[in-house]
């Protein structure tokens, strides 16, 4: 039960520009395949659409992590260093 609700967690959030364009051209792939009689290309372009329907990208979906609810807010500090100035011509 908790694999389902995770799936379906990733399919509600994080929705960027290239997981869509994944999940539409892996479609679009799929039935230009099954329309053209192509049937091996049809396991490509659904293995396309699922990247883009579940969030996964690398080998087994291990490159995928869960939304931090800690604030990630970084300390920034001034650094100065001294100049030193050129030595005039005598």
Known sequence: MNLIQ?????????WTWTRALYMFMGAYISVRAGLDGQWPLIFFGFYFFLMGLFSFG?????????????SNQRRIETITLPVNSPKEDQ
């Open 6 to 14: 995770d799936l379906l967690a990733r399919t509600k959030t994080g």
């Open 58 to 70: 690398c080998a087994s979906g291990r490159c995928y992590t869960p939304p931090s609810s800690q």
